[in-house]
């Protein structure tokens, strides 16, 4: 029987396979902008924004986890704006998601419409069946955030695919421990590490992987063009916090499922969305495609004021915005203009003992009452 170690354990170990006798077991930051060049360049380490060790280290584990080659970006969006560079030009068109991360829409419409670039939205839950017709990228984020709408995947890319479009997927909400978008499909993954795969709030990056050596060696060259380089530091904080990314999602997971359920239940809660629920609208299609379901539950309650009293009268939850951290956070997104109820809650859990985050979550709610 062949049997080989999964990506998580080949994460954990395939660096020390690497190392000789009293070389670091842990990663070493190397923060250095120049390296030694006597002679020709030899395809050695020269300069920083070609190249830094410790990045491309980094670069290698979330190409494990990606099973596809991956480019480091100083944030989430970086890494959106580096796919939005090199893949479009005048005239071309974009679909892209009406509900997902609102700086992607915000970005294309204030630096690619007024360069001739042509975008139409559409509802996470209407892809698959949306007009693509001489699109040249389809931009995806499934589940959607905040509202927790989902898109069969693989149908999107069927159909992206007849119409020579790319499909990039934004997999920042279920990681690649959950979702594995190239498989069914994607052209391109982007993440915000930002968020579960750094997973300790303090830093932002993010990257794009594609199994496309083409694709990938573009952005991979814009970035080396545009600049957009992330420290060796910050890569380290996302090595650090990639060490138990899976721990810490299941763990993440399990929280949301449990809250989920619970809200389900209780009085004050009018309505809750999380696609692991199998009443969720969502349910049918996102146990088709992922594994687990992420760690972001919403929910609506009476009206902003009792939103706001739950977020303060729950002391398991930071009120903050962002999500795939430790620490359980929560927050009305109506502050931010979502089209949501006034009463809507995104409430991302951390890695809290599970009925810890259970009872304090409905403690908060029964002082509503
Ligand atoms: C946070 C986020 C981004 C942007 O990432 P930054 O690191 O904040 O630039 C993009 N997409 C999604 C889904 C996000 O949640």
């Not at 050596?213 to 380089?229: D, K, M, S």
Request: charged content about 20%; glycine content about 8%; aromatic content about 6%.
């Amino acid at each position: 029987m062949t049997w080989k170690p999964s990506v998580i354990s080949e994460l954990l170990h395939h660096r020390a396979r690497g190392l000789s006798k009293g070389d670091p077991v842990a990663l070493p930051i190397l923060p250095s902008s120049t390296f030694l060049l006597p002679g020709d360049p030899d395809g050695s380490h020269f300069y920083g924004r070609n190249g830094n060790p410790t990045v491309e280290s980094v670069e290698a584990e979330i190409g494990l986890l990606e099973n596809a080659e991956a480019v480091l970006f100083p944030s989430g969006m970086a890494a959106v704006a580096a796919i939005l560079h090199t893949q479009l030009k005048p005239g071309d068109k974009v679909l892209v998601h009406a509900d997902g991360y609102y700086n992607v829409r915000a970005l294309l419409e204030e630096h690619f419409v007024p360069r001739g670039v042509i975008v139409e939205t559409c509802p996470t839950a209407e892809m698959a069946e949306a007009d693509m017709t001489g699109c040249r990228l389809v931009m995806i984020e499934t589940p959607s955030n905040p509202g927790l709408d989902v898109c069969d995947i693989a149908a999107v890319a069927d159909r992206a695919k007849a119409e020579g479009a790319l499909l990039v997927a934004d997999n920042t909400t279920a990681t690649p421990i959950c979702q594995q978008p190239m498989d069914l499909g994607a052209d391109m993954v982007l993440m915000a590490d930002t968020k579960a795969m750094a997973g300790h709030s303090d830093v932002l990056c993010g990257h794009v992987a594609s199994r496309d050596t083409a694709l990938i060696n573009q952005i991979r060259t814009y970035r080396r063009l545009g600049g957009a380089i992330v420290s060796p530091f910050d890569a380290w904080l996302l090595h650090r916090g990639l060490e138990t990314l899976e721990l810490r999602v299941f763990r993440a997971n399990e929280n949301a499922l449990a809250v989920a359920q619970m809200l389900e239940k209780h009085p004050a809660v009018q309505s809750v969305r999380y696609p692991g629920l199998p009443r969720d609208v969502s349910h049918a299609i996102a146990s088709h495609q992922m594994r687990e379901y992420g760690p972001i539950v919403s929910f609506t309650l009476k009206d902003r004021k009792s939103a706001e009293m739950f977020i303060e009268n729950n002391p398991l939850i930071v009120p903050a915005t962002s999500f795939g951290g430790v620490h359980t956070s929560a927050e009305c997104r109506i502050r931010w203009g979502d089209q949501v109820a006034e009463g809507f809650v995104r409430m991302a859990c951390g890695i809290e003992p599970t009925e810890d985050l259970v009872i304090a979550t409905e403690k908060a709610l029964d002082t509503l009452r």
